[in-house]
């Protein structure tokens, strides 16, 4: 770069005045800083948008300090909503995994709003033919990529106090953003499918009656289409493709460029009605993908300080995602940390992280649970009183890691899942169905962990929804353009004999038996629960198990008067109202040999026999002498006798609304029938 290119220079600023990073307004003007330890120059781009819609005006000013590995420096004149990039000077030397590239214009790790959508794929390619032999694309990317926006102190409402909801009360539920209130009637048509709509009471409304405690939203980081996508026309709808780990995704604002306002209204709207919000975060990769991505940002600024890369420059792939943020660099350290601690400042109460065995694997090599990311992570004073929560997997089987997380952390419990997806299919016994009932602690007690360390879910955001699962035996992807070839085919999910929807009123009347009988299962089990949403609302996704591009009527949830619906919603809220009863069971430790006893339909405890019996499909765990919860999967009514106690039925999975059709108590020792694919709750009289 000649002195002739750097068109200006900015007043330079005391020697240690690095962080933080990102843009930061100060009087006069804004501190703008980004890390690199490899490049050899960084320019501020400073961008003033065109009336006619034809690319930016570009005022390049040449950050000179470099301390600590930040280029930063200061720039008068510039106020909030000024828009800017960077472009980096270095080597480009794939085999090294060097890839600066000047003519690509680059997003601000750190900013806190991002406008614009990548419109010209081939432009923000950083290379020319082959990405790892070819030369470097000499296209300037300015006007076909997202920019970043410079912003002041976040505005809208304070989230107000945080519900600090119990961990052995919480009540999760998985939704997305967009799709929840895409299609709701009473949210006004300008507010729905964005964090207003989420706002508002109707919808409030309908999560407070269900008794739910915490919303986990699917990714709201500002998020870009993946080069598949755009190559074939479609969008990202899930959103686990991140560009803005700071940043609201902008299209999910009513009105452009209040993304940062309104998700503080949709936080302090939920606090107020005593809901927490966790967000789902996307740290273990990014949008730029593979080798053949697009080079938006960590790319071209530094890919070996964010990337995890092979000896011969190779991208290292255990997210099955393209690329790896790599946990071991003190760069995506600082980020990922930084990222949390500002969204907590936005009222955030906690986080559920994808992939999360990833954070784990410094430069992509064992998993160590005692790893710096997840260290500084659960130590950081900020963040050790908000929900941390992990998917603890990734694409590889290193990364399979269920039970393994430190002791700070909870987990979605796949192990949970399986079983109770395989026991109500008739495709499995009782052993490890008692452990999943009673808070996993064959998985969580040796490390230190409570029961609430198990989330348990039967149904998430990524396979069949709850109907689909008793309505499909395998998946429906085509919609996806992938020609049925993604998603996964490990669905445990049955059909009652026909394949998809039907007007057989049997089939239809034992799919929403045994889908009553495992949200029973979910809700009454110790652990912390979590439902999809929409699962109460019997929603249907058509048999697709991987709706990550379906931004329309078949992932948006369907609020239209449906009977089913309204009795699957009011059973789901009776099931919650009895998880947090005087009766139900403590959730806070492990249960001791005193406090549970195991009662085979004989009349009797069980036995070892009885545990080791593959073919056993009825299972009764008495808690504390006073909750009997009775499951069983078999297809046909089996006589079951009570133990030598009074009890009354509470609950039967086998009607709709879930009130038994005779409440009265039962008489010590009484033989009961108990149906085909039926839960049974009775408590003491």
Not at 239 to 265: D, M
Not at 486 to 505: A, H, I, M
């Amino acid at each position: 770069m000649s002195s002739d290119e750097r068109t200006a220079r900015p007043a330079a600023p005391p020697a240690d005045a690095v962080f933080p990073l990102g843009a930061n307004l100060i009087e006069g003007g804004a501190r703008f800083a980004v890390a690199s330890n490899s490049a050899e120059a960084v320019e501020l781009c400073l961008l003033e948008p065109d009336a006619s819609g034809g690319p930016p005006a570009e005022r390049r000013v040449e950050l000179v300090e470099r301390t600590f590995g930040v280029w930063h420096g200061v720039v008068t004149g510039v106020t909030a909503g000024q828009q800017y990039g960077y472009r980096v000077h270095g080597r480009y030397q794939p085999a090294a995994g060097l890839r600066a590239n000047p003519a690509k214009l680059l997003v601000d790790p750190y900013a806190r709003r991002i406008t614009g959508r990548l419109t010209d794929l081939d432009a923000a390619l950083g290379y020319s033919g082959d990405p790892m032999f070819g030369p470097p694309s000499t296209a300037d990317s300015l006007g076909a990529v997202p920019v970043s926006v410079l912003t002041g102190p976040p505005g809208g409402p304070d989230p107000g106090s945080r519900p600090k909801v119990p961990w052995a009360d919480t009540v999760l539920y998985e939704l997305h953003v967009r799709g929840h209130t895409r299609a709701h009637p009473e949210v006004p048509p300008e507010q729905r499918g964005s964090y207003l709509g989420l706002a508002h009471p109707a919808v409030i409304e309908h999560l407070s009656s269900l008794g739910i405690t915490a919303v986990e939203l699917l990714p709201v980081h500002t998020f870009v289409d993946e080069s598949g996508l755009l190559r074939r026309g479609q969008r990202n709808y899930w959103g686990y493709s991140s560009l803005g780990f700071l940043a609201p995704h902008a299209e999910y604002a009513s009105v452009p460029g209040q993304e940062i306002a309104e998700f503080r209204t949709m936080v302090a709207a939920m606090h107020a009605a005593g809901i927490e919000v966790i967000l789902d975060v996307v740290y273990n990769h990014t949008c730029e993908g593979g080798p053949g991505g697009p080079t938006l940002s960590f790319r071209g600024l530094d890919a070996p300080g964010y990337y995890v890369h092979g000896d011969r420059g190779q991208l290292v792939d255990v997210t099955g995602c393209g690329n790896t943020m790599d946990p071991g660099s003190p760069m995506v350290a600082r980020l990922v940390c930084d990222s949390l601690r500002y969204w907590a400042g936005l009222g955030v109460d906690g986080f559920r992280f994808d992939l999360a065995s990833v954070l784990g694997r410094p430069g992509g090599g064992a998993f160590d649970p005692n790893a710096g990311l997840l260290t500084m992570i659960a130590a950081d004073p900020v963040l050790a009183d908000r929900k941390l929560i992990a998917e603890p997997w990734d694409a590889t089987g290193e990364g399979y890691r269920v039970g393994g997380f430190p002791v700070q952390w909870s987990e979605w419990n796949g192990r949970y899942r399986d079983t109770v997806r395989d026991f109500w299919r008739g495709a499995s016994g009782v052993n490890d169905l008692a452990w999943r009932l009673t808070g996993s602690e064959d998985l969580y007690a040796l490390s230190g962990r409570r029961p609430w360390a198990s989330v348990n879910f039967v149904t998430a955001h990524d396979g069949f929804t709850l109907r689909d699962l008793v309505s499909y035996q395998r998946k429906h992807n085509e919609d996806n353009g992938e020609r049925n070839r993604d998603g996964t085919e490990d669905n445990r999910s049955q059909n009652f004999g026909v394949e998809g929807e039907t007007d057989q009123r049997q089939v239809r009347a034992d799919r929403l038996r045994t889908a009553r009988a495992m949200l029973t299962t979910l809700l009454l089990s110790t652990g912390a629960p979590m439902l999809t949403a929409g699962d109460e609302r019997w929603r249907t996704q058509r048999g697709n198990n991987n709706a990550y591009n379906q931004d329309n009527e078949l992932s948006w949830l369907d609020w239209s008067p449906d009977p089913d619906a309204e009795a699957l919603t009011r059973f789901t809220a009776r099931l919650i109202e009895l998880r947090n009863s005087e009766h139900a069971p403590g959730r806070n430790r492990f249960f001791g040999p005193a406090d549970v006893q195991w009662w085979h339909a004989d009349g009797r405890p069980m036995d070892d026999g009885d545990w080791h019996n593959p073919d056993a499909r009825t299972l009764g765990m008495l808690a504390s002498k006073d909750w009997l919860l009775v499951l069983h999967s078999g297809a046909d009514p089996i006589s079951y006798v009570l133990p030598d106690i009074a009890l009354t039925p509470v609950l039967d999975s086998g009607q709709p609304d879930g009130i038994p059709a005779d409440p009265h108590p039962l008489s010590p020792g009484q033989t009961i029938t108990v149906p085909g694919r039926t839960a049974l709750l009775l408590v003491s009289a």
